[in-house]
């Protein structure tokens, strides 16, 4: 069964927006990751939360993690028409499973 | 110099047909993985093997059979295809401390 389900399925915004994107899971972690997949490509990772950390920076991302509500969020700041991709979380409870992603599409 | 190759890109088959996917790393991973992403986007692991044991074996139908002659290589071959194995297929690596590293898949068309 997969472990990373993104919420929302899809995201349209115009540039310079901020993007946010959910996702949660069913048992305990040791870390949780977010991937980018653009069109046509294998996906790319972006960050790691590991279970102890609430919060992580990289660049125009921000990562929240909540174990006690089994969630997380990456947030993407001052969005341009380059981060239009779907994104994916997944978590690294000794195997590596993913969900549907989140297809965001940033209007310039 | 790409991390993670699978060959071939694209492959168009008719049912009944058996076919393979090859994957190589050259980043020194121990652990590689295929998932297969179907129209909906939806990433599903099929298999994992670590230092060339099965370590994961998913609900997959046994006509999808693995070999991993080396740590370096995973190959997915796939018996007597049906319409419903349309999909891209990704290989992907990793270490201990590292995330997943990708091809950029296999899209496969059965007719």
């Known amino acids: 069964s997969q472990q990373g389900e993104e919420d929302p399925q899809a995201l349209s915004i115009q540039e310079g927006e901020n993007a946010t994107m959910n996702c949660s899971y069913k048992?305990?972690?040791?870390?949780l990751q977010w991937y980018r997949q653009n069109s046509g490509r294998g996906l790319v990772h972006l960050i790691l939360?590991?279970?102890?950390?609430r919060e992580k920076h990289s660049g125009r991302l921000r990562v929240t993690l909540d174990t006690s509500k089994k969630s997380s969020s990456l947030l993407i700041t001052a969005s341009r028409a380059a981060d239009t991709a779907s994104y994916f979380c997944?978590?690294?409870?000794?195997?590596?499973?993913f969900g549907a992603g989140t297809r965001l599409t940033v209007k310039p | 110099d790409t991390a993670v190759s699978q060959t071939p890109k694209y492959l168009v088959t008719q049912m009944g047909n058996d076919k393979s996917i090859k994957c190589e790393q050259n980043?020194?991973?121990?652990?590689m993985y295929w998932y297969k992403q179907d129209s909906k986007k939806f990433l599903k692991i099929m298999f994992s093997?670590?230092?060339?044991?099965?370590?994961i074996n998913e609900t997959v139908p046994n006509r999808f059979s693995p070999k991993s002659p080396d740590k370096a290589h995973l190959n997915l071959h796939i018996n007597s295809l049906e319409l419903g194995d349309s999909a891209v297929y990704f290989c992907a690596s990793q270490s201990r401390v590292t995330p997943l590293h990708f091809g950029n898949g296999t899209r496969l068309t059965v007719t």
């Open positions: 048992t305990s972690i040791n870390n």
């Open positions: 980043l020194g991973h121990d652990t």
């Open positions: 093997y670590n230092n060339k044991e099965l370590i």
């Open positions: 997944a978590t690294d409870n000794n195997d590596m499973r």
């Open positions: 939360i590991r279970s102890n950390e």
